[in-house]
């Protein structure tokens, strides 16, 4: 199977993934930075590019019952966190559609 070329980003300020440096995601799409992921702390994102999801699995985390799936970079296959798809608390939807990267596995550029 042949990659395409990854999809650059049109800003200084971006994060990539910290093993291959591709392209991950604009700073101005970043939503929090109050997270915890299995490695430390982690970033919530509206947006990103060059990435592959894993199937869904239904996940118990600090908040609540998700249905989530896992993202990896997709150049390099490092995961980087997953993307949120279903909450099953009310208050929880906001992050419907999101995506959480840990910052053990992405590096900020400016």
Request: with cysteine; aromatic share 10%.
């Amino acid at each position: 199977m042949v990659k395409l070329a990854p999809e650059k980003l049109e800003s200084s300020q971006r994060y990539v993934c910290a093993q291959c440096k591709v392209d991950i995601a604009l700073e101005s799409a970043l939503l929090s930075k109050d997270l915890l992921g299995k490695t430390g702390e982690a970033y919530m994102f509206s947006e990103v590019v060059n990435v592959e999801y894993g199937p869904s699995c239904e996940r118990i985390l600090v908040t609540g019952t998700y249905e989530v799936r896992d993202c990896c970079c997709a150049y390099c296959q490092q995961v980087l966190g997953w993307n949120y798809l279903k909450a099953s608390k009310p208050s929880q939807k906001f992050k419907e559609g999101k995506v959480v990267l840990e910052l053990a596995y992405i590096t900020k550029i400016e």
